[in-house]
């Protein structure tokens, strides 16, 4: 960025002083740039008039002109002279010049203006650049004062180092001088001991032949009187066939206890084997059906042979005589082989969550993981379900096949005797209605007869009482003849009613009986028991009251016994 | 039976009543009971005499003088009729039959811990023996006392024999300087030698699990090892560490609780029940959490026979449970889960365990230590028991009864029977 000057015009008189106002030293400062911008716009309206009017003076006003043409034709503009010589000024061509230089005056500042916004911009880049320069040679500087302060640690722990094995070499060398020690003094020892020992021995010897030489009569041993042995036999001499007899059971008692061991292993390795085996069973169940990728499917499928000769093989032989190593090896392989497919399957399957689980559902044979569950909730339900149905059937299918005849037949007889018992209840509740009915009809029976009797007797009166009244009436019917209409409507009333009353008391004790049979005897036990007994009362009730209660009420309360009875 | 100075005192055990009472020539050292419970031994050691009493006939007795050799131990042959006698400086042992009033003699002896031991059947029965600085051990029949197999044993100095439970195995170990166990079958043939690792420390106590499936050894370096009988090889190993971090295992602690009266022990005898709950500090266990650090004791370095390793061990009768007391941590009983190979509960007392001993028919563990206290654990959990005395009743070792419904509890001049209930089932 240099200094920025302006070209200044050569002007042919002096005042250059004013011209000089368009010199503008552009320093580095951006504050004085901007002053310096300020001061670029023409000078102040003052020295305007005074400007202008040094250039061009009424005296050289045709030297100015010329000049000013010649320098405007020389830019490239048009002369402002008119066409035709002379001094006559083409005023177009000069106001057009004038336009075109105002334009080239403001492009110019424009052009001026964006030069200074990038000559501040590079300005302040640098000033940037300078100062991250600055950080980081101070950075720098701190960090290899760091890298400096890290060697020496380093330095410093690798002379521990060192130090703490050497001293861990020197303790090792002195645990094995140590033990060195030890084991030359333990041999002194037991050198020493072995020398003690042999004296203690010539001692013990002598000091025994002393004992034994005394022959002291009092090593003795007194007893009252022999005591039997424990188990009652009698002592047996010491002969070789017992020494025989002893080995033998020695070696008898051994034999067994390593036959007894040997069952017990025998067994435990049954079982284990057993236990192999289901896992395998069970490891088989739980590998993916061959709908994998034919890598793979090629692996299942060789396997799979594999297992079914195995398993072909294997549950040819019998389990106890799977004792030969071979065997057991291929059991012990194909277990392993099958546990790594299943590893394997696990691991795959790990992945395929792990890869659904961060979003990529590009496998169409992944599926949500709600969808998977809901699914599952399904299928456990669906399998509980008929699992419990399998259940029930087996459980029929059971008492069907797998009973024997004389349980099926027994259980037939329990049917039947169930059944028979229940007929029975039956038959003993239908006896006691039947009975109850019995007694009813024969009550009622009693009580028809007496009803009859009584209706002989009432009848009997009423045909006293009628006579009586005919008499009476002849007798009355002289007295006065409009009495007896009333009377004669009554009396007639009471034909009827007796005449009604008579044959409806027939009809009911026509109706009622097959009634009672018709209806289901225990819903009609209590009212119909109850109703005769009413209805008797009725009819002893109204024979009493045959001769006062109003006739129109009794037809129809007899009536409405039928049909509430008819109902019923 | 118990024995008061040279007396031999023979009571019932399910009421305590004295049946028998019998006098010796001299104070009773020893007594036991032969294998069918007829007869008793008291040995006196001093005068080098042992005499048996009869139970059924209490006029018969019988009386073995050893002389001037000695007497150091004695016991009763399985079969009950013959009773070995060791003499002194254990030059021989002389084998005694009641029916015979035969003799026998078996020379040379080892002066070892356990150096006389029946199979469990009482068939057969060996003895260490030490020729030439070689140790020897000779198996024999008991019926006939025929010697059956004599070998030798690559012992350094024969600690101990023990034979397995099933009878056809006979475990020998070396003495506490070096780590050897041996396993010899019936017939003498070498099976297998066990070492753990290069220089360790000695064996200190060996056990049999009453399958004869596991052996434990424990040893100075405060381990159990467990050999499996299959193999004889190592199936696991038991640390008994001074702090106990697994969350899994049961630490009871014995907590005492000092009655509410300020002085515990009073000068004048108070009345009955105030004198029981003043001299008895209440105990009982508490439940401690995890992790828990027990009471280490470091030995004295220079002193022989030094108060560290395991020094107890004892499987319970059912093959479930194996009890340890390292003697680096005196006041801790271990109990080890077999069937899970771990340890299951420890058992923090206040003083130092004196003895523990397993129900034989139940997996019931009684342990004492010194005080009047017994306690008992069961997989149930564990009680402490008080003994209701005046007084003092320092326990000092225990014994059950082969039923398992009771169990004798000694101190030094007193013995006590302390009977337990059976629940109704």
């Known amino acids: 960025m240099g200094d920025w000057k302006t070209i200044t015009v050569p002007v042919l008189s002096s005042d250059s002083k004013n011209i000089f106002q368009y010199t503008s030293e552009r320093k580095r400062s951006p504050t004085s740039m901007n002053s310096q911008v300020l001061r670029l716009p023409l000078p102040s309206s003052k020295n305007m008039h005074s400007f202008f009017s040094a250039f061009c003076t009424e005296e050289n006003i045709e030297q100015s002109i010329s000049y000013i043409d010649r320098e405007l034709t020389t830019l490239g503009f048009p002369s402002i002279y008119a066409e035709s010589k002379g001094k006559e000024l083409n ?24 030069v200074e916004m990038q000559h501040l911009k590079l300005g302040s880049d640098m000033d940037h650049l300078q100062n991250c320069y600055a950080k980081l040679k101070e950075q720098l500087e701190l960090s290899k004062r760091e890298i400096v302060g890290l060697q020496e640690r380093d330095r410093q722990l690798q002379s521990k180092n060192r130090n703490l094995h050497q001293l861990l070499k020197n303790e090792k060398d002195e645990v094995q001088k140590l033990q060195n020690i030890i084991s030359s003094r333990a041999t002194q020892y037991n050198h020493d001991m072995k020398r003690k020992e042999r004296e203690y021995n010539k001692l013990k010897e002598r000091l025994h032949q002393l004992v034994m030489n005394k022959k002291d009569k009092k090593i003795a041993m007194e007893v009252l009187n022999y005591v039997g042995r424990a188990d009652g036999k009698r002592g047996a001499w010491r002969t070789d066939k017992t020494e ?66 195995d398993t072909g093989e294997l549950n040819k032989e019998n389990m106890w005589e799977l004792s030969c190593e071979t065997v057991r090896e291929q059991l012990t392989n194909s277990i392993r082989k099958q546990w790594r497919m299943l590893k394997n399957h696990v691991e795959k399957l790990d992945n395929q969550v792990s890869r659904g689980r961060s979003g990529a559902w590009n496998e169409k044979d992944v599926i949500s993981r709600e969808d998977h569950e809901l699914e599952t909730g399904k299928l456990e339900l669906e399998i509980q379900q008929c699992k419990e149905m399998i259940k029930t059937q087996q459980q029929l299918l059971q008492q069907q096949l797998t009973c024997d005849d004389d349980t099926t037949l027994l259980l037939q007889d329990c049917y039947l005797l169930e059944e028979r018992e229940r007929l029975q209840e039956e038959w003993r509740l239908f006896r006691e209605q039947k009975k109850n009915f019995e007694k009813e009809r024969r009550s009622f029976t009693e009580a028809a007869i007496r009803l009859g009797l009584e209706r002989k007797a009432f009848e009997e009166d009423r045909g006293t009482w009628l006579k009586q009244q005919f008499l009476s009436m002849t007798a009355d019917c002289k007295h006065s003849e409009n009495v007896t209409t009333p009377s004669a409507f009554l009396r007639s009333k009471y034909l009827v009613q007796i005449t009604f009353l008579y044959s409806s008391e027939q009809d009911n004790w026509l109706v009622k009986p097959t009634s009672q049979q018709r209806k289901p005897p225990s819903v009609l036990n209590g009212p119909v028991s109850a109703d005769p007994c009413q209805t008797s009362q009725y009819i002893t009730h109204n024979s009493v009251e045959s001769k006062k209660i109003a006739g129109d009420s009794m037809p129809n309360l007899w009536v409405e016994s039928d049909d509430k009875e008819e109902t019923e | 039976a118990s024995c008061v100075q040279h007396r031999l005192v023979v009571r019932d055990a399910s009421s305590l009543q004295v049946r028998q009472l019998y ?36 006029d018969w007795h019988c009386k073995i003088d050893e002389g001037s050799a000695g007497l150091v131990a004695s016991c009763w042959s399985p079969d009950g009729r013959h009773i070995l006698n060791t003499t002194e ?14 003799v026998s003699y078996i020379k040379y002896p080892k002066a070892c811990q356990q150096g006389v031991v029946f199979t469990k059947d009482g068939r057969y029965m060996a003895v260490a023996e030490r020729r ?25 100095d024969l600690f101990g024999i023990e034979w397995a439970p099933n009878g056809c195995v006979l475990a020998a170990w070396d003495s506490c300087l070096e780590y050897k166990l041996l396993l010899y079958s019936l017939d003498g043939r070498l099976l297998s030698s066990y070492r753990a690792y290069e220089w360790p420390l000695g064996i200190k106590s060996v056990a049999w699990s009453p399958s004869s499936q596991f052996l434990a050894i424990g040893s100075f370096d405060e381990k159990v090892r467990i050999l499996n009988h299959v193999t004889w090889k190592k199936i696991t190993e038991f ?10 295992t049961i630490v009871y602690k014995e907590v005492e609780k000092s009655p509410s009266l300020e002085t515990e022990k009073c000068s004048f005898p108070p009345t009955g029940a105030l004198a029981s709950s003043l001299f008895s500090t209440q105990s009982k266990y508490e439940i401690s959490q995890v992790p828990v650090s027990l ?114 509890l000694l101190s030094k001049d007193n013995l006590c029977v302390c009977y337990l209930e059976r629940e109704e089932v």
């Not at chain 1, 000069?94 to 964006?114: D, G, P, S, T, V």
């Not at chain 2, 400086?89 to 035969?102: E, G, M, N, P």
């Not at chain 2, 070689?134 to 070998?151: A, E, G």
Request: aromatic share 8%; glycine share 2%.
């Open chain 1, 91 to 114: 005023l177009i061509s000069i106001i057009n010049c004038m336009n075109e230089l105002l334009a080239l005056q403001h492009k110019n500042l424009r052009a001026q203006e964006e």
């Open chain 1, 244 to 309: 025989a007899r002893n080995e033998e059971e020695m070696y008898k008692v051994l034999l067994s206890d390593y036959e007894q061991r040997q069952n017990q292993l025998l067994v435990e390795n049954a079982e284990l084997k057993k236990v192999l085996q289901q896992m395998k069973k069970e490891i088989i169940s739980l590998l993916p059906p061959q709908k994998q990728k034919p890598k793979e499917r090629s692996e299942d499928g060789l396997v799979l042979s594999d297992l079914e000769e």
């Open chain 2, 132 to 156: 030439d600085c070689k140790d020897f051990i000779s198996i024999f029949v008991c019926s006939n006392w025929q010697l059956l197999r004599h070998f030798d044993t690559e012992t350094q």
């Open chain 2, 239 to 248: 640390e008994h560490p001074a702090t106990i971090a697994s969350k899994k």
């Open chain 2, 295 to 408: 009471q280490y004791i470091k030995p004295v370095a220079d002193r022989a026979n030094p108060k560290m390793g395991v020094g107890m061990l004892a499987f319970s009768a059912d093959n479930c449970f194996l009890a340890t007391k390292n003697d680096n941590i005196p006041n801790a009983v271990w109990i080890w889960d077999i069937r899970k190979l771990k340890l299951l509960v420890v058992l923090e007392q206040l003083c130092p365990i004196q003895c523990f001993q397993w129900d034989p028919r139940q997996p019931r563990l009684a342990l004492c230590t010194g005080n009047s206290r017994v306690y008992l654990w069961s997989p149930a959990g564990c009680v402490a028991v008080q003994v209701p005395r005046k007084g003092d009743f320092q326990i000092v070792s225990l014994s059950w009864h082969s039923s398992g419904d009771s169990m004798v």
């Open chain 2, 89 to 102: 400086f254990h030059l021989r042992i002389t084998v005694w039959s009641l029916c015979t009033k035969s």
């Open chain 2, 23 to 58: 006098t010796c020539l001299d104070q009773i050292q020893y007594i036991e009971w032969s294998s069918d419970s007829l007869f008793i031994l008291c040995a006196m050691y001093k005068r080098g005499i042992v005499q048996v009493w009869s139970l059924e006939q209490p």
